[in-house]
């Protein structure tokens, strides 16, 4: 099916492709933080849609699942909590573009020599056969990663799990001065931990006759 | 048929596919928004009588038509727009928080065969679009620029994040049982009556998945986000009107939602309980009853968790329980017992 002589898939992957090219430029343009978090976020989702052109289906929905729905709520968190001076971020610009212009320059032209035209052309790389409709790229990517990339993929969790060790003993510091409740101490209180049950003989009234006649004074 | 193939040429086919989907779509989400106008009514009753009241009782017989009238009643209300608050956001904190919680609805399968998109991924695409329902709460709460608003919203974004992880290990399990992300062949997995249901060999986890989809729908006794008694009414205290409404719509959908999956997942779905009656769409609908009143009823006796013990449960008690369970399943199907676990 063609629409002036583009593919139904071409329309998809080019409306995909501006939107993520325009979210990826107001990331970095936009001067709200919140609004480059949120560009980022829809960054992110339209890169799953073009993934998921190239039947990929469980990585963009990872993508989805793992960046904009937890690493991106993180990020919007602490920059929402933040009170950011925008001018006084703004205001080493000039001095660092000396600096910074001819780094990105070479960054850019880095990334054009590896993942361009010569290496990655659709010469070099042809278009990979349709899959039928019972292949499921989610079964065959376990397949390969616990087999044939086993120990690569153990090695990444281990460093992942070091990381994660590392990341909290930075930043759990046990505060002697806090004081803080012990939930299963709490409950494990009996009620004779509290309350002390005191028997007593009840107090009796005697009338007194001195008293009745006070009274009637 | 033919007069409308001959209209549209070689784009007929296309057409013919995009028209279908729509009419599934709408079969999906006008009954629905039926049943969510209805949940909030059935939660107003159960509570009442939960509570030795009458409940909703003027409008049409016994109630019955007290969700038009407060749907018309808030349709005609003024939307107003804080002047501090950032307009292009505020409008697209409700519009976030309500197109997630229908689209997930896409991969729900009701019977055999009765599902709009049977992908593969279907429960990751589940679980990635619930994630995504943060954003509608997060972005009202900030967009709102007022204080209740936005405590509202940091309590909720904290809290959905730190569920969603024991939920997710809650689904690890159901996926190593039935061998597949895809919600009907989980649902067969389960065929041979009540005693093939996941819930059984994963009891654990399912106590863990249906606490956790509480806790995910902000509901009570985990809404801290609304919080009436401390922040007014969390993310939404700005809100008026539909605009308002939208975020129950979502809220009372995300609760339908995540009981239908307990029932898909943890329940046997649409299976009968008893091998001699037939499984049909019926046993769905009368588990999720089943689970929605829960929700009802939680919210008639519990009371609201405070928030350092929230953090606590998810934390310290979920996510252990769910990862000792799932070794210890990985470790049942290695021995004669595995035959348990499918």
Redesign the interface.
């Known amino acids: 099916m063609t629409f002036f002589g583009l593919h139904f898939q071409d329309i998809v992957f080019y409306t995909l492709a501006a939107i993520l090219l325009y979210a990826g430029l107001r990331v970095i343009t936009t001067r709200n933080p919140v609004y480059a978090a949120l560009y980022l976020v829809l960054a992110f989702f339209t890169a799953a849609g073009i993934w998921l052109l190239l039947e990929a289906e469980f990585l963009a929905i990872v993508l989805v699942l793992v960046y904009v729905g937890a690493v991106m709520v993180l990020f919007l968190f602490v920059v929402m909590m933040l009170d950011i001076n925008l001018d006084r971020l703004r205001e080493g610009f000039w001095s660092a573009l000396p600096v910074a212009l001819p780094v990105g320059g070479l960054m850019a032209v880095e990334m054009v020599m590896i993942v361009g035209v010569r290496n990655f052309g659709v010469d070099k790389v042809a278009a990979p056969a349709p899959h039928p409709a019972d292949y499921s790229n989610t079964a065959e990517l376990g397949r390969v990663l616990y087999t044939d990339y086993l120990l690569p993929f153990e090695l990444a969790s281990v460093v992942l799990l070091v990381a994660i060790i590392a990341a909290i003993a930075l930043t759990l510091r046990d505060r002697k001065d806090s004081k803080s409740m012990d939930p299963s101490k709490q409950v494990l209180v009996k009620k004779a931990d509290r309350i002390r049950i005191v028997k007593m003989q009840a107090e009796v009234e005697t009338p007194v006759a001195a008293d009745s006649t006070e009274e009637n004074k | 048929m033919e007069w409308l193939a001959n209209l549209f040429g ?2 007929w ?2 057409v013919e596919l995009t028209g279908w989907t729509l009419i599934k779509i709408v079969a999906i989400v006008a009954p629905l928004m039926g049943a969510i106008a209805y949940l909030t009514l059935a939660e107003r009753k159960v509570i009442g009588y939960m509570q030795v009241r009458i409940g909703p009782n003027r409008v049409g017989y016994f109630g019955l038509l007290q969700p038009l009238a407060d749907g018309v009643k808030l349709l005609f209300k003024e939307v107003i727009l804080p002047t501090a608050a950032n307009k292009g ?1 505020f409008l697209l904190g409700p519009v976030l928080a309500i197109a997630p919680a229908f689209a997930a609805w896409a991969v729900v399968p009701f019977d055999m065969n009765m599902v709009l998109a049977d ?3 279907g429960l ?2 589940i ?2 679009m619930t ?2 329902a ?2 509608g709460v ?2 009202a709460g ?1 967009a709102s620029n007022s204080k209740y608003a ?1 405590l509202g ?2 309590r909720s ?2 809290q ?2 730190s569920y ?1 992880i024991a939920m997710g290990f809650a689904l690890v399990g159901v996926l190593m049982c039935a061998n597949s ?1 895809n919600l009907g062949k989980i649902v067969m997995g389960q065929s041979g009556g009540l005693l093939h249901w996941y819930f059984l060999p994963l009891f654990p986890l399912f106590i863990v998945y249906f606490i956790s989809a509480v806790a995910e729908t902000n509901r009570a006794p985990f809404d801290v986000a609304e919080g009436e008694s401390e922040i007014v009414a969390g993310f939404h205290v700005e809100y008026s009107g539909m605009a308002f409404a939208v975020f129950f719509l979502a809220e009372y959908a995300n609760m339908i939602l995540v009981s239908i999956l307990a029932a898909l997942m943890f329940l046997g779905g649409w299976l009968s309980p008893v091998t001699f009656i037939p499984d049909s769409f019926l046993w769905l609908l009368a588990k999720v009853g089943f689970l929605l009143f829960l929700f009802l009823w939680f919210r008639a006796t519990f009371p609201r968790y405070r928030y350092d ?1 929230i953090m ?1 449960l998810g934390w310290k008690v979920f996510i252990p329980i769910t990862i000792v369970w799932i070794v210890f399943v990985g470790g049942m199907m290695q021995t004669p017992w595995a035959y348990l676990f499918h």
Do not use: C, H, K, N
Request: aromatic share 16%; hydrophobic share 65%.
């Open positions: 070689s784009y086919p296309g956001l992908i593969d991924a990751l695409y679980l990635a994630s995504v943060v954003y997060i972005i900030w936005f919203a940091m974004a904290a959905i994040v969603e992300l013990q606590r």
